[in-house]
């Protein structure tokens, strides 16, 4: 295991020592990291899923941004805007950066803000640049929008467009923690509020992870090498969403509607060389697939109306893909 991905699993236990009892979501966090990708978090508040985005930004010391979407916030309150000053009696306008222009951009509670403000985040996201005026500026090499929403079902909640969905490499379920975990979570907060957090997650034990070493781990992924195998498994997965009526012996053609787009496909294939590098191995196998695939695929297609109304999740769809899609 190289310097690069020895620092990489060192920052998944770093962060789960202040996240306790979400090893999944820290995972997720890092794969995201290392694939280039966004990740949106979605669970009931407490979950910790700010926690998870603050802690991971304070552990990679970089620029951190949070944006905290309200219904009233504006766009220009997530990009920023051009600002008139008066230079030696000159007028002028001056871009002034908004909290997007960070390495790490946590946006919270995404889905309480009206359309027009989450569609701000969509050049971010696609292209890496945020355009105001005539003049396009560029965003950090290392940048990485993690969002947090709760269920739809909630009130002041607006489901995301599907376009800025599909824009999320990954969406990962946040759920409560179990019995010990909840009980762990109760002597680390007591322990931050005696001071003896600090030593925990702040003091000498903490290791920063330097950039150049997420960099430097983007740079080995395209050497991990998939199989023609593991890549016809990878878009047989996917077809299915769009094409269930080839597997008569499922539910699938009755529950999705309309399946996912092509970045389905990329996400996957990414995500898995990712998973696969992580644990130390040069090559993908295909339960690097089926591990990442309802992180992946369980925001990419919209559900039938049957599904909706029988309250068929995504997730229960992506086990029926991972049930009747076969391998090779």
């Known amino acids: 295991m190289n310097q690069a991905q020895q620092a990489m699993n060192q920052l998944i236990e770093q962060t789960e020592k202040s996240v306790i009892g979400q090893r999944h979501v820290v995972e997720a966090l890092v794969i995201g990291l290392l694939a280039n990708g966004h990740i949106l978090l979605e669970g009931l508040p407490g979950t910790a899923k700010t926690r998870s985005v603050k802690?991971?930004?304070?552990?990679?010391?970089?620029?951190?941004?949070?944006?905290?979407?309200?219904?009233?916030?504006?766009?220009?309150?997530?990009?920023?805007?051009?600002?008139?000053?008066?230079?030696?009696?000159?007028?002028q306008l001056h871009f002034q950066p908004g909290p997007i222009f960070n390495s790490i951009v946590l946006a919270d509670e995404v889905n309480r803000a009206p359309a027009k403000v989450q569609a701000a985040l969509l050049e971010a996201m696609a292209e890496g640049t945020i355009t105001v005026g005539d003049t396009t500026h560029h965003l950090p090499e290392l940048f990485m929008v993690l969002a947090t929403q709760n269920p739809v079902e909630q009130e002041g909640t607006y489901p995301l467009p599907e376009a800025q969905m599909d824009r999320f490499m990954m969406k990962v379920t946040v759920e409560y923690p179990e019995d010990d975990a909840e009980l762990d979570i109760i002597r680390l907060v007591r322990g931050e509020e005696l001071g003896a957090g600090e030593s925990r997650t702040e003091g000498q034990t903490q290791t920063y992870i330097e950039t150049e070493l997420v960099l430097d781990a983007r740079r080995q992924l395209p050497n991990v090498t998939v199989s023609d195998l593991v890549e016809r498994y990878i878009v047989a997965l996917v077809m299915a969403t769009r094409k269930p009526e080839r597997y008569p012996d499922s539910s699938l053609s009755t529950w999705i509607e309309v399946g996912s787009s092509p970045r389905a496909s990329i996400a996957l294939d990414k995500c898995a060389r990712a998973y696969a590098w992580l644990q130390g191995r040069d090559h993908v196998l295909p339960d690097d697939v089926r591990a990442m695939a309802p992180m992946v695929l369980g925001h990419r297609f919209t559900l039938s109306y049957d599904a909706l109304a029988d309250g068929i999740s995504h997730l229960r769809i992506v086990e029926e893909l991972l049930d009747h899609v076969e391998i090779g």
């Not at 991971?56 to 600002?83: H, K, M």
């Open 55 to 91: 802690s991971l930004a304070t552990l990679l010391n970089t620029e951190f941004g949070r944006i905290q979407f309200t219904p009233d916030l504006l766009p220009s309150d997530v990009t920023g805007t051009e600002i008139y000053q008066d230079l030696d009696g000159k007028p």
